[in-house]
């Protein structure tokens, strides 16, 4: 998975020419164009050690609904990001990755259809309404499961990730549609 995060990383870096030979672009009248994207990567960059880092689970004792916790193996809150009240908050402004996954499965398909979501919204500071920044559906049934036959398990994985640029004080929130099918 951090292989395909890492790829994804170096490939909009280099899409957006915040690295490569393209960081400027100059025009024939002499006026030199730097990409917003390099100049806000250049101010903010600081030391790896002090970037703020998260990493959360779910909680598999809730059910019903998508609850994380940050005091658990193999998570991480660090350099001022906090969870609170099941979201994460924002220490400064800057880019960052975000990234999720969760998984989803099930026994057999049911006549109707399952859509399965899972969204990551952010509250800003400067304007107060949730936006989506990733969303994703699935569908892991094509067909219902005829009667009699055996239920065969299913698993979904969803996974959702982009770089944005935050401001502190700002949250993060994941929802999913259905928790029932939360693995």
């Known amino acids: 998975f951090l292989l395909v995060a890492g790829a994804t990383t170096l490939f909009c870096l280099l899409h957006f020419r915040v690295i490569g030979p393209q960081g ?4 024939s009248d002499g006026f030199h164009l730097i990409n917003p994207l ?12 002090d970037k703020p880092v998260a990493h959360v689970v779910a909680n598999p004792q809730t059910e019903g609904q998508l609850q994380w ?3 658990r193996a193999n998570t991480l809150l660090a350099n001022g990001v906090e969870l609170i009240d099941n979201q994460l ?4 402004d ?11 499965k099930g026994q057999g398909c049911p006549a ?3 859509l399965l979501t899972h969204t990551i919204s952010r509250i ?3 304007y107060k309404t949730k936006v989506n920044l990733l969303s994703a559906i699935k569908s892991p049934c094509h067909r219902e499961t005829p009667e009699g036959a055996e239920a065969k398990p299913w698993y979904e994985p969803i996974y ?3 770089v944005f640029q935050l401001e502190k004080g700002d949250r993060l929130s994941a929802e999913i549609n259905l928790p029932d099918y939360l693995d």
Request: net charge neutral; glycine share 6%.
């Open 69 to 71: 916790l940050s005091r």
């Open 38 to 49: 390099a100049q806000t990567l250049r101010s903010s960059s600081r030391d790896p050690s």
């Open 89 to 92: 908050m924002v220490p400064s």
């Open 160 to 162: 959702l990730g982009g």
């Open 112 to 114: 109707t259809q399952v």
């Open 24 to 27: 400027e672009e100059q025009f």
């Open 94 to 104: 800057g880019l960052y990755l975000i990234y999720s996954q969760v998984l989803f």
């Open 124 to 126: 800003a500071v400067s």
